[in-house]
């Protein structure tokens, strides 16, 4: 039905975080509703979020981890359900590429259907945007809050970070807790640059209220992701100081991908599609090549300029990447709400 050419690359024998409900789809396709689902799963440790299609007799559950989705399989696969009437529920895991196919009902993948990296699409890369001199300040800078600053760096996986405005909680997948930033204002010394990319990218309309560094020791990356959809608004800005690095943008439907070559002092800019619908990494290798050529990575920083959400909403059409109905973030929308109405 869904035009698979190879179940193996959309199911998977060992536990995911993502499992396909095969016999349980919208409404009158298969006799549930997504609050159904989402109290049935909901009682089980790290549910995120249920999404379902219309017109199709499946839907899509997702866990924060493959323990936590292995848990409620155990609970719930092959078993009369007597919150859908008696319904005996079959489950089936499925891959990360699977669950955005699934989920975006698209059909099997096309080799030849490369992203786009333009404009038009979402993607803003200027080249040489900072000069040698700009970089040396801002690392100057950063040495000089590194002195002044209590806080130290937090390690995530092999790379090492630190915010400014606003936290990201990696955990959480959200906005973390304010005793995790550096300062609850950006630093003065990103001010100029904002301008700057402000008056060169003036329709990207960037109005950063968070700013994160990075810094990337040789051989460290960043897997595959979509910045949260509800945690942050509109663009987001990535300048690049130190050495040069590849990143990868992926369809997470068809699993195309394609790659930019991200220089020192270069600056991206990400919105609209390339924001919501495309995921990006950075290979975790102490080499890329690069023209047929090997070409060695020394240490690399970025810097990664945001707005924060303020409805903790979103209506994009990309519901494999989107979280606007993952659990964090209803639960964080009706406190909002009830803090509103008191």
Not at 209 to 215: A, P, S, Y
Not at 251 to 276: F, K, M
Request: with cysteine.
């Amino acid at each position: 039905m869904e035009g698979l050419q190879d179940a193996p690359d959309v199911f998977s024998d060992r536990p995911r975080k993502d499992m396909c409900l095969v016999n349980v789809g919208y409404g009158a396709v298969g006799g549930a509703t997504a609050a159904e689902l989402e109290r049935l799963f909901g009682r089980h440790a790290g549910f995120e979020r249920v999404v379902m299609v219309h017109g199709k007799p499946f839907s899509l559950v997702r866990f924060r981890s493959g323990d936590d989705a292995a848990a409620a399989h155990a609970a719930v696969h092959a078993r009369a359900c007597a919150e859908l009437r008696g319904k005996v529920l079959f489950l089936e895991y499925v891959t990360a590429q699977g669950f955005a196919r699934l989920a975006g009902g698209l059909g099997s993948p096309s080799a030849g259907d490369a992203p786009v990296l333009d404009a038009a699409h979402g993607v803003h890369y200027v080249p040489d945007f900072l000069s040698a001199d700009d970089e040396a300040l801002i690392m100057q800078r950063i040495r000089d809050d590194e002195r002044r600053e209590a806080g130290p760096w937090a390690q995530v996986q092999k790379r090492f970070v630190k915010h400014y405005g606003y936290a990201f909680d990696y955990h959480l997948k959200h906005i973390g807790d304010a005793s995790l930033t550096a300062s609850p204002q950006l630093p003065p010394w990103i001010l100029p640059f904002v301008d700057r990319i402000q008056a060169r990218l003036p329709a990207c309309a960037l109005a950063p209220d968070q700013l994160t560094v990075q810094r990337y020791p040789p051989g460290a990356g960043i897997s595959f992701h979509a910045d949260s959809h509800t945690a942050f608004a509109g663009a987001i800005a990535v300048l690049s100081l130190g050495t040069p690095v590849q990143m990868d943008f992926r369809d997470p439907a068809t699993r195309a991908q394609a790659t930019l070559d991200l220089c020192p002092r270069s600056l991206l800019v990400i919105v609209g599609e390339a924001r919501l619908g495309w995921e990006h990494a950075i290979r975790a290798r102490r080499s890329d090549l690069v023209d047929g050529h090997v070409r060695e990575r020394a240490e690399r920083w970025s810097i990664t300029l945001r707005t924060v959400g303020k409805t903790l909403s979103c209506d994009c059409p990309y519901p494999a990447l989107c979280d606007a109905d993952a659990k964090l973030v209803r639960d964080r929308r009706q406190a909002k709400e009830a803090c509103a109405n008191t």
